[in-house]
């Protein structure tokens, strides 16, 4: 048996430093690493990527948390001095994602760049930079599922670590975070390859596939989490959010094809 996994990594000058935070940085550096490299390929230079992460990585991080406290607002209105501790967690990831969209809206408009293009490269890396984070939900015990067996658990083959760390509150959870990383993860390397075919994505369209691929991932595992979001007291807001990004990404795309008739997407194409 594996011991439980303990949240913090170190101490630093007497602060704890956590496994989530670490991880999390882990995957914005590779997300920067790809963004930066597929850029290259595109026409853009290296100070457009590190601009944009500028504005972008802190701007989406408290809209990743302003998100969460506003659906959790019963509880931070009583506790209003832990609004700001985000160590244990507690940042939404489409509440980032909708701030990381409206930065690349106003980033390219005031760089006379198109937005679709500028999403097609940043997308593989946010994927894969979801799938990285969700680890840091394993770390911190939080983000499961329902409860479960052993038995269960052993049957899809995971290693004992992670099973002994679905131990929660001595019942055996859902490893939820675990679902969504793997899907994120073929969903990076479907994107990464299928973007390469000749004449198969118009630009944007990239970033439309990804909106629909983790879109339509989220929908069902957000059904078997514990810890999600209410809206009107039943509603999960990550699931309704879910439906309507898929839904609207299928329309986005249909439109585009049929009235804007946007250029064909070239990996190796410069603006």
């Known amino acids: 048996m594996f011991a439980q996994i303990n949240p913090v990594a170190f101490k630093l000058f007497g602060l704890e430093i956590r496994w989530y935070a670490l991880i999390i940085v882990s995957g914005i550096v590779i997300a920067g690493w790809l963004a930066t490299r597929e850029s290259k390929k595109m026409g853009y230079k290296d100070d457009d990527i590190v601009d944009f992460m500028l504005w972008a990585l802190p ?12 659906f959790e607002w019963s509880y931070y209105s009583q506790h209003p001095s832990e609004i700001l501790n985000i160590r244990n967690g507690g940042l939404a990831i489409y509440g980032g994602l909708i701030t990381g969209a409206l930065v690349t809206y106003f980033f390219t408009r005031s760089r006379y760049y198109s937005m679709w293009k500028f999403l097609d490269i940043a997308t593989p890396g946010v994927i894969i930079a979801q799938a990285i984070g969700r680890w840091g939900n394993f770390t911190n015990h939080e983000a499961f599922g329902g409860d479960t067996t052993r038995r269960f658990l052993e ?12 131990k929660i509150e001595g019942i055996y959870r859902q490893p939820t975070f675990l679902y969504e990383s793997v899907w994120n993860v073929i969903g990076f390397i479907l994107l990464m390859v299928l973007r390469r075919k000749k004449d198969l994505f118009r630009q944007g369209e990239v970033a439309l596939s990804y909106v629909m691929w983790y879109s339509f991932g989220r929908f069902f595992v957000e059904g078997m989490r514990t810890d999600s979001l209410y809206l009107f007291g039943n509603i999960r807001v990550s699931q309704a959010l879910s439906a309507l990004l898929f839904v609207g990404a299928i329309i986005m795309m249909i439109y585009r094809r049929k009235v804007v008739k946007p250029s064909l997407y070239n990996i190796r194409g410069v603006r």
């Open 59 to 70: 701007l989406s991080i408290v809209g990743a948390r302003l998100y969460y406290v506003l």
């Open 155 to 166: 049957s899809l083959h995971l290693p004992n670590v992670i099973i002994d760390n679905m």
